[in-house]
């Protein structure tokens, strides 16, 4: 199986580039990127576009057995998005579901301090938004980001990723305005599998690209 991007940052400049070509640089866009991994090919769409980046805070809720598997997450604003299918299937109690989200909204609310430094989110009110990731698996953490935008009022969202599972871009095409994937292999596996350098981006690393279009 042949990874598709080398890195990140390779994947975010291909993205941009057929964002760019999709929809050239239009005033009123905004790219928010998902913490973190989401963040360093956001920074490269943003650079593409000439668009302001900023972060929108996700968290996955993973089942308590097997943290890496959604079932569900939580988002800035207050925003909770649960896959009752995957909590009913794996039998999760109502308490363990609560520890769960309480204990990724202390490490949400601290991330949101981290990355934005005292400074206010982008205003997207009325504004053309598009959310990337580094990568589609399930869905979870994109379906709580478009939530989150939603109550925003943006003019329009568009979801923006590399490479997606070729079901969640067909469940998520239903929320959002449009939805972009370079790739939908199959069987998608994870996301990592698809880069050849894959490794966890820091909290250091989203403070400082962050920071620089802020």
Do not use: C
């Amino acid at each position: 199986m042949n990874a598709l991007f080398r890195d990140r940052i390779e994947a975010g400049q291909r993205l941009g580039q057929a964002l760019l070509e999709r929809h050239g640089k239009k005033p009123g866009t905004r790219v928010l990127g998902l913490p973190r991994g989401g963040v360093p090919v956001a920074n490269e769409v943003a650079q593409a576009l000439h668009a302001p980046l900023d972060v929108l805070v996700v968290r996955k809720l993973g089942l308590p057995a097997q943290k890496e598997y959604a079932m569900g997450a939580i988002a800035s604003g207050g925003i909770t998005y649960l896959d009752e299918t995957v909590i009913k299937a794996m039998q999760v109690s109502r308490q363990s579901l609560e520890a769960v989200i309480e204990a990724e909204s202390i490490e949400l609310s601290r991330r949101e301090r981290a990355y934005r430094n005292g400074r206010k989110p982008l205003d997207i009110k009325k504004q053309n938004v598009i959310l990337v990731d580094d990568g589609l698996a399930t869905g979870a953490t994109m379906r709580a980001a478009i939530a989150a935008a939603k109550a925003m009022k943006p003019a329009r969202i568009i979801v923006a990723v590399p490479v997606a599972a070729a079901e969640t871009i067909e469940e998520i095409r239903r929320e959002v305005d449009e939805i972009i994937s370079l790739a939908t292999p199959f069987p998608f596996r994870a996301v990592g599998v698809w880069y050849e350098y894959f490794p966890q981006t820091t909290d250091e690393e989203v403070q400082a690209l962050v920071s620089l279009t802020n």
